[in-house]
């Protein structure tokens, strides 16, 4: 496709359960970048790969959470053990290289934890 | 603390010009960047300005630069109704964001 897909758009879950949620970048964009957006804040940053490493994972909150970009494409990011202050938007960005002039953003995944 | 910060809400009327403004603390930014989402959009890139720039002007926006005190600003003029969003500035590094800065534009 032409732009970032982040798929499921929805995704409900239970407190205490596994969730992967998975972002396919525009092709050839080495940069991939996940944030988490609660309502009426700003884009929280949690993670950055540049090609199949994570550059920056400083934002990631706990170590129940961690994200993989094996083949330096897709990337999935890993939530365990679910609360309910996980509940928020999950975005993935990806740009041609770190520092280029346009990140392009999905439509984000919106996970909630009941 | 913060690495960006905004303004929180500008309230302003159609036609007259608004300003946003925000700070930054990483200094290594090659670009800073103005994004915009509309109510369950996604976040769209407005414009950037490269950190060797104080000014930046494309069409109805101009955004203003000052490296030394850190300080970005994005001014809209003629502001229209469809230009009520929230406003991000973000800036390179790891592409840290504001909190954002919701604009109402009032007929």
């Known amino acids: ?3 970032v897909s982040q798929t499921p758009s929805n995704k409900v879950t239970e407190k205490g359960k596994y969730v992967e949620l998975r ?8 940069a991939l970048y996940w944030y988490r957006q609660s309502l009426g804040q700003g884009p929280e940053f949690l993670i950055y790969f540049q090609g199949t490493g994570a550059a ?6 706990n170590d129940r959470f961690f994200a993989v ?4 494409s897709v990337s999935t990011l890993k939530i365990q053990r679910t609360e309910r202050g996980d509940s928020a938007v999950y975005l993935c960005a990806s740009s041609l290289h770190q520092g280029s002039t346009e990140a392009f953003f999905g439509q984000g995944t919106r996970l909630t934890v009941v | 603390g ?11 009327r159609e036609g007259d010009s608004s300003v946003i403004n925000c700070t930054y603390t990483d200094s290594s ?3 800073l960047y103005w994004y915009k989402q509309e109510p369950g959009a996604g976040l769209q890139l407005l414009t950037y300005i490269f950190s060797n720039m104080d000014m930046k002007q494309d069409q109805r926006l101009t955004v203003l630069l000052n490296k030394k005190d850190k300080h970005l600003s994005l001014r809209i003029a003629d502001t229209q109704t469809g230009d009520s969003a929230i406003y991000f500035c973000a800036e390179t590094a790891k592409l840290q964001f504001g909190a954002g800065t919701q604009v109402v534009v009032t007929p």
């Open chain 1, 1 to 3: 496709g032409a732009g």
């Open chain 1, 23 to 30: 972002c396919d970048p525009i092709s050839g964009h080495t």
């Open chain 1, 56 to 61: 920056d994972d400083s934002g990631l909150p």
């Open chain 1, 69 to 72: 970009r094996p083949e330096g």
């Open chain 2, 2 to 12: 913060e690495d960006v910060e905004q303004s929180l809400f500008l309230s302003v």
């Open chain 2, 29 to 31: 930014s090659t670009y």
